[in-house]
């Protein structure tokens, strides 16, 4: 992908130059309008050589400026370069007349120390709210809530182009980290209400069926989601296998600590049928012994970050009443949520 390149009549995107692993080529941004004053979406994450690249594209585009800085959400890679840009405007009065208006939905948690902790002086950075909309000539950015990568997630409807900025609720290759994913398919959900065309995403290349790939995203989430709940529903106890992490010595009769444990979870549950409430009809899991059965085709060091996945699964499944998590000797078991009778 180019560093620089006008991508739309309307788009600039300048890359962030922190490419990696989970940044793919970089950090994309956008500088977004037609008109002397444009917006520039993030601010990749503070590297030497991106205020040059910025600078050159805004000459290229007639000395234009920057009069609204939206970010996205919090994650350094994203908002760390908005100190540079702010120290370049004010040290270059001439060039940057005045300094931009900045606009990020406000996360108490992590800004003091992401964000303000990083300026050389403080500035007033506004608050984003759902549905906010951003205007310059050009451009009509709509602000869209989409928690789940991050609390303060903010993707962005651009009306000129029936086009989405993404952000990172979606990115032009491989798959999204999330936190929450009860909220993030909820937003993936609430994207694809908008039935865009083109997305902007936060990495990666420019995604042009918007709607196919919001549908794939929600598909593979709720694919992985039905197959977990399968497995919960399948396993005998008798295939419990000893877990480095569970432990516990072989017993006379040849079971493991983990098995026992198991057991003794599942006949506590399966007792409580009494006053109308009988047992779950499947028995516990560990997440790892999710993994091992559902990612039994993939590289086990692949495991570890799997099983964080199927945690996150889990806990948007207990939210939704469809699972149950216990404890048994120090170990978390998942079954099947029992089911109330009337």
Known sequence: MPMVEKISPYVFRIL???????????????????GPRRILLDTG???????????????????VQISHVLLTHWHRDHSGGLGALLDRCREQPA?????????KRHC???????????????????H???????????????????PGHTSDHTAFYFEEENAIFSGDCVIGQGSVVFEDLHQYIRSLK?????????????????????????????????DREEEILHVLSTRPITHFAPHEHEGGADSDDGTTAAMRA??????????????????????????????????????KSLHGAAESSVLLHLAKLRAEDKVFAAQADGVTYWSLTPKRTL
């Open 45 to 63: 994450e503070g590297k030497p050589g991106y205020m040059p690249l910025l600078e050159a594209a805004l000459s290229h585009l007639g000395n």
């Open 95 to 103: 060039k940057f007349t005045e300094l931009p208006e900045v606009w």
């Open 16 to 34: 962030g130059l922190n490419p990696g692993k989970f940044t793919l080529q970089g950090t994309n941004t956008y500088v977004v309008g037609t």
């Open 262 to 299: 198991a057991s003794a979870f599942y006949l506590h549950y399966h007792q409580q049928t009494v006053a109308g409430f009988p047992g779950s009809s499947s028995i516990p899991w560990t997440a790892r012994d999710l993994v091992r059965v559902i990612y039994a085709k993939y590289p």
């Open 128 to 146: 984003i709210s759902h549905g906010m909309v951003f205007k310059v000539d050009g451009a009509t950015l709509r602000a869209i809530h989409t």
């Open 190 to 222: 609430v994207l694809r209400s908008f039935n865009c065309g083109r997305i902007y995403p936060g990495h990666g290349p420019i995604i042009e069926d918007g709607c196919t790939t919001l549908d794939s995203y929600i598909r593979h989430r709720m």
């Open 108 to 126: 108490p948690e992590h800004d003091p120390k992401a964000i303000h902790a990083l300026l050389k002086s403080p500035i007033r950075i506004n």
